[in-house]
C-alpha cells in the first residue's frame, strides 16, 4: 500500500488521464458518424457500378484483348497497405501489419526473396509496423488521409494503373480494415489489377444493345470502377479507423474509472490505517505519562 500522498498524485493522474480519453472518444464519434455517412451512401454507387463492369465484362468473351482483364506471371508484386497516421485506434494497424505479412508468407514469399514484392503504404503507422519491408516500400502516400478528397485519391488510382499498364507490376492487392460498425473492423484482402471477371455461361449471355459499343464503354467503365474501388477502400479504412479509436477510448475511459474507483478504496485504506497509528501513538503517550 503506498503513502497517502503517493495515492493522491495517482488519481490525479489518472484523472486527467481519463478527460484526456473522454474527449478522444468524443471526437472519434463525432468523425465516425460522417465517415459512416459517407460510406454507406458510397456502397450501393460502387457496387452497381462494379456489377455493370462485371456483366459487360463477362459479354466480352476471353477473346476479347483487354489489358485490365487478362492475367499475366506474377513476376512482380505491388501491395497497397491502407493503415492510419494516427496510433491509440486498438489493434487496428497491428492487425492490417499481420495480414500483409500472412498475405507474403501465404501467396508471394518467392517474390519476396528475390525483391520483386514491393509496397505502397497510405498511412504511417503502415511503415511503422511493417519495418521488416521498408526495403520494399516504393511509394508513401500517406497524406491522401488528411483530406481523402476523390480528387487527390483518383490521382492516384490513375498513378496505380499506369503502373500495371505499363508492365512495371503483374498484380495490385489492397489490405485494409473494412467498416462493419464501431466495434468490428474485418480485415480485407483484395485484387485491384487485374479485373477478375466471374466464369460464365456464354450460352446464358443476354445479348443487350449497347450505345456506344460495349469495347469503348467497358474500356471507360474500367478505370472509372478501379478508381472508385481504392476511394471506397480508403473511406472503408477511414471509417474503421474512427470506430476502432473510439471503442479503444471508450474502453480506456471505463478502465480509468475502474482504476480511479480502486484507488479511491486504497487511499481511504490508508488514510484510516494512518488515523489508527495517530491514535495507537497518542495512547501509548498517554500511558507512557501514567506510568
Known amino acids: ?11 490525479a493522474s489518472v484523472t486527467s488521464t481519463q478527460k484526456i480519453t473522454s474527449a478522444m472518444k468524443m471526437v472519434s464519434a463525432a468523425k465516425l458518424r460522417k465517415a459512416q455517412d459517407a460510406i ?3 456502397r450501393p454507387y460502387a457496387d452497381k457500378l462494379h456489377n455493370v463492369l462485371l456483366s459487360v465484362g463477362s459479354s466480352l468473351g476471353k477473346d476479347y484483348p483487354n489489358p485490365f482483364v487478362t492475367p499475366r506471371k506474377e513476376n512482380k508484386i505491388l501491395i497497397v497497405v491502407i493503415s492510419s497516421n494516427s496510433s491509440l485506434c486498438g489493434a487496428f494497424n497491428m492487425n492490417v501489419a499481420k495480414g500483409v505479412r500472412k498475405l507474403v508468407s501465404d501467396k508471394y514469399s518467392a517474390q519476396n526473396s528475390i525483391n520483386n514484392l514491393h509496397f505502397a503504404v497510405i498511412g504511417k503507422k503502415a511503415a511503422d509496423n511493417l519495418k521488416e519491408f521498408k526495403e520494399g516500400v516504393v511509394v508513401d502516400h500517406s497524406k491522401l488521409l488528411d483530406n481523402a478528397s476523390y480528387d487527390d485519391i ?3 488510382a490513375g498513378e ?7 508492365g512495371e507490376y503483374d ?9 462493419k460498425n464501431a466495434a468490428t473492423q474485418i480485415l480485407t484482402t483484395e485484387t485491384f489489377l487485374p479485373l477478375q471477371l466471374p466464369e460464365v455461361d456464354e450460352d446464358a449471355i443476354t445479348d443487350y444493345i449497347y450505345e456506344p459499343d460495349k469495347e469503348r464503354l467497358i474500356n471507360e467503365v474500367i478505370p472509372l470502377s478501379l478508381e472508385v474501388q481504392f476511394y471506397r477502400a480508403i473511406r472503408e479504412s477511414l471509417a474503421a479507423e474512427h470506430g476502432a479509436r473510439m471503442t479503444a477510448m471508450h474502453m480506456a475511459t471505463d478502465n480509468a474509472g475502474e482504476l480511479l ?5 486504497e487511499y ?4 484510516q490505517a494512518s488515523i489508527t497509528n495517530e491514535i495507537l501513538e497518542i495512547v501509548g503517550g498517554a500511558e507512557a505519562l501514567k506510568g
Do not use: P
Open 1 to 11: 500500500m503506498g503513502s497517502l500522498k503517493e495515492i493522491r498524485s495517482r488519481v
Open 40 to 42: 454507406l451512401r458510397m
Open 154 to 156: 483518383k490521382a492516384v
Open 160 to 166: 496505380l494503373i499506369m503502373k500495371y499498364i505499363d
Open 171 to 179: 498484380k495490385i492487392e489492397f489490405v485494409y480494415n473494412r467498416f
Open 261 to 265: 474507483r480502486k484507488l479511491k478504496l
Open 268 to 271: 481511504n485504506k490508508a488514510r
